[in-house]
């Protein structure tokens, strides 16, 4: 700014203490938001725990689920139970292997079926062979 009166200019001289103070008041602003950056960033509470307690809580509810599913089976067996003679038999058929007089019990494999590429190694003659099997007696109705 520079006022002229009557051809001399006054041109105001510029104090340094209070650019100074500015400079300190901005420094220290600077300070302090880099502080609370690295409080946000990296301190206790921070973002970083934050995060590990949306994984903790994602898990938890996961988890919660499963049960609550396993809870709903659970329920659904003491009814059955509670309800009728068929669930009983049911459980008494799968866990304890009952079988009812009249029924023929057949147990089907579940192992897989493997085929060979590999041709099969000739018969050995030293093999001993089983000429007759014994027989068994059958049993009659009046046993």
């Given amino acids: 700014m520079v006022i002229s009166v009557a051809n001399t200019t006054y041109t105001p001289k510029r104090r340094i203490s209070t650019n100074v103070g500015y400079l300190i008041a901005i420094v220290l602003a600077v300070i302090v938001l880099a502080l609370l950056q690295y409080q946000y960033w990296h ?3 921070g973002r970083a725990d934050y995060e590990a307690l949306q994984v903790r809580k994602k898990e938890l509810i996961r988890i919660r689920d499963e049960q609550l599913y396993a809870n709903s089976i659970l329920v ?6 509670k309800s009728g003679l068929s669930a009983i038999e049911e459980h008494a058929r799968l866990d ?7 029924e023929t019990f057949m147990q089907l494999s579940t192992a897989p079926i493997t085929y060979s590429r590999q041709i099969a190694p000739p018969m050995d003659s030293t093999v001993e062979s089983v ?6 007696e059958k049993p009659t109705a009046s046993q």
């Fill in 131 to 136: 000429d007759s099997v014994p027989e068994v």
């Fill in 96 to 102: 304890l292997g009952l079988i009812k007089p009249g």
């Fill in 76 to 81: 659904a067996d003491v009814q059955d139970l």
């Fill in 43 to 45: 301190g206790e509470y």
